[in-house]
């Protein structure tokens, strides 16, 4: 298996970080395979979203519907409303696997890999690439 760890810095506002090139790049050339894409972090997700047309920043105003910035939190250390940073794993999985042929992810015409952080406490980000050949 083949591994690397990227370095994002996310910054100090919510992000939907494309990953897609760096992850084109890891697999190219590497034949027939599995791409595992894992963010070790608790307050971070890998999405397979379409970006560039505004669904990056639609998904990060759902999630601000969804988990709001606010008080309510019992996860209640950091910024205010930390604690949601620390639910939204649970709706984007920390991880995605996407399928490679001949040395190319198989992603569909408009789906992009995406890095999505709302932790404004945490700005450097680490993402583990992982392929699996066979």
Request: glycine residues 10%; charged residues 20%.
């Amino acid at each position: 298996m083949k591994s690397t760890v990227l370095s994002v810095r996310t910054g100090a506002t919510e992000v939907v970080h494309d990953l897609t090139d760096a992850c084109a790049d890891f697999v190219a050339g590497a034949g027939d395979g599995l791409l595992h894409v894992f963010v070790p972090h608790a307050t971070a997700g890998i999405a397979i979203i379409e970006l560039g047309a505004g669904s990056d920043d639609d998904l990060l105003a759902a999630l601000r519907d969804l988990l709001p910035a606010d008080d309510r939190w019992r996860h209640a250390h950091g910024s205010r409303g930390h604690g949601r940073s620390h639910v939204m794993p649970a709706l984007i999985p920390p991880y995605a696997t996407v399928p490679v042929l001949d040395g190319r992810l198989a992603l569909g015409t408009w789906q992009s890999i995406a890095l999505v952080d709302l932790n404004v406490d945490n700005p450097d980000r680490q993402v583990r690439l992982s392929l699996l050949t066979g």
